[in-house]
T-cell receptor, first 115, second 116 residues
Framework: DAGVIQSPRHEVTEMGQEVTLRCKPI?????LFWYRQTMMRGLELLIY????????DSGMPEDRFSAKMPNASFSTLKIQPSEPRDSAVYFC?????????????FGPGTRLTVL | AQSVTQPDIHITVSEGASLELRCNYS??????LFWYVQSPGQGLQLLLK??????LVQGIKGFEAEFKRSQSSFNLRKPSVHWSDAAEYFC??????????????FGKGTKLSVKP
């Protein structure tokens, strides 16, 4: 079975440029999560969706970040304009619900470097 | 509020030795608990999870974890460590209710090094 698919795997861009990260969740999963991981701050939840609807975006650092989930099989995380402090590994995870909790399955991540 | 504490930032064990990674949680009800492993340059892989029932949970790669409600702990164990187990390990608890449904609260992680 295909797991969570993220693209690109690596992205190098210059400050001020727009960056779009993509995620294809596991088929049948109803929840999707975007995380950011850095050495300093560890793993941070940015936003998560349930049935394509954003549920909690309190982790989105600022207005430069936006996320969409136009359908059950695709999501994007956009940074515009990008800054060097956005350099991190961005993970997407999709979840299958039991009770009030999702078991989350992570993608391989996108390593973003902003110069 | 829910929280997860992994007291050990870094642990080194010899290959073949036993391993126990500690995890303590704070949660007001019966928690849903998880252990994930992250190898260098990789995403997080689910090792095991506890939802209910038997408090000793078996996972992949020979790992197990025991839920102890009285100690608010969910420690991860392996009887004999292999060099390929060197990675970072994350404990997580289901955030539970309302707008946080579905979300997980992660600990800061424990990095495991394995000596030959």
């Amino acid at each position: 079975d295909a797991g969570v698919i993220q693209s690109p795997r690596h992205e190098v861009t210059e400050m001020g440029q727009e960056v779009t990260l993509r995620c294809k969740p596991i088929s049948g999963h109803n929840s999707l999560f975007w995380y950011r991981q850095t050495m300093m701050r560890g793993l941070e939840l940015l936003i998560y969706f349930n049935n394509n609807v954003p549920i909690d975006d309190s982790g989105m650092p600022e207005d430069r970040f936006s996320a969409k989930m136009p359908n059950a099989s695709f999501s994007t995380l956009k940074i515009q304009p990008s800054e060097p402090r956005d350099s991190a590994v961005y993970f997407c995870a999709s979840g299958s619900r039991r009770g009030n909790t999702d078991t989350q399955y992570f993608g391989p991540g996108t390593r973003l470097t902003v110069l | 509020a829910q929280s997860v504490t992994q007291p050990d930032i870094h642990i080194t064990v010899s290959e073949g030795a036993s391993l126990e990674l500690r995890c303590n949680y704070s949660y007001g009800a019966t928690p849903y608990l998880f252990w994930y492993v992250q190898s260098p340059g990789q995403g997080l892989q689910l090792l095991l999870k506890y939802f209910s029932g038997d408090t000793l949970v078996q996972g992949i790669k020979g790992f197990e974890a025991e839920f102890k409600r009285s100690q608010s702990s969910f420690n991860l164990r392996k009887p004999s460590v292999h060099w390929s187990d060197a990675a970072e390990y994350f404990c997580a608890v289901g955030a539970g209710y309302g707008g946080s449904q579905g979300n997980l609260i992660f600990g800061k992680g424990t990095k495991l090094s394995v000596k030959p």
